[in-house]
T-cell receptor, first 111, second 116 residues
Framework: GDSVTQMEGPVTLSEEAFLTINCTYT??????LFWYVQYPGEGLQLLLK?????DKGSNKGFEATYRKETTSFHLEKGSVQVSDSAVYFC??????????FGTGTRLTIIP | GAVVSQHPSWVICKSGTSVKIECRSL??????MFWYRQFPKQSLMLMAT?????????EQGVEKDKFLINHASLTLSTLTVTSAHPEDSSFYIC????????????FGPGTRLTVL
């Protein structure tokens, strides 16, 4: 079945550091790919998405590129802030609305 | 906009009792709502999909008689854990998909259930 594998956390970085959170997927076909973020005490929010190969999703300084050849959708940000501390989830679906999530990666940014 | 609330945010109950969790879309109408379960350090696992006015569709392995889902209106879905046992302790999260046709789901903050 379809699955998403995320880099295990927790990840701790200093403010202004470069961030990469790896995400790879296994699926039959070409799913849409998503990154969701969950801030403390809040629900998951869509951070960015890409619906086809080579698409780049971006939002709030975060970027991820849909790489079909490596079945990956790694999340990157050039300079993280304390306010980026949250749990990040990679996910996929095929437009039937059922989302398959990775395990989540907790990110902590220290000043 | 697009806020989803859940109530309660946490609940503790005795084994054998039933617990109802509410999921509300506060500022939009949701044709479809989803219920997920999350174990510590694990993925969100979809339990069921509910459409307003019709029976919920349960994922394989989810007992429909144990996890009763009702989607009586376009802004409210409820999940009732019947005859709860300690193994039902978990974090339950709902999401809602607006009637407007967007493919984006909006998530509630979750409900932590502890069964003693």
């Amino acid at each position: 079945g379809d699955s998403v594998t995320q880099m295990e956390g927790p990840v701790t970085l200093s403010e202004e550091a470069f961030l990469t959170i790896n995400c790879t997927y296994t699926a039959t076909g070409y799913p849409s790919l998503f990154w969701y973020v969950q801030y403390p005490g809040e629900g998951l929010q869509l951070l960015l998405k890409a619906t086809k190969a080579d698409d780049k999703g971006s939002n709030k300084g975060f970027e991820a590129t849909y790489r079909k050849e490596t079945t990956s959708f790694h999340l990157e940000k050039g300079s993280v802030q304390v306010s980026d501390s949250a749990v990040y989830f990679c996910a996929l679906n095929f437009g039937n609305e059922k989302l398959t999530f990775g395990t989540g990666t907790r990110l902590t940014i220290i000043p | 906009g697009a806020v989803v609330s859940q109530h309660p945010s946490w609940v503790i109950c005795k084994s054998g009792t039933s617990v109802k969790i509410e999921c509300r879309s506060l500022d939009f109408q949701a044709t479809t709502m989803f219920w997920y379960r999350q174990f510590p350090k694990q993925s969100l696992m979809l339990m069921a999909t509910s459409n307003e006015g019709s029976k919920a569709t349960y994922e394989q392995g989810v007992e429909k008689d144990k996890f009763l889902i009702n989607h009586a209106s376009l802004t409210l879905s409820t999940l009732t854990v019947t005859s709860a046992h300690p193994e039902d302790s978990s974090f339950y999260i709902c999401s809602a998909k607006p009637f407007s046709g967007t493919d984006t789901q909006y998530f509630g903050p979750g409900t932590r259930l502890t069964v003693l």
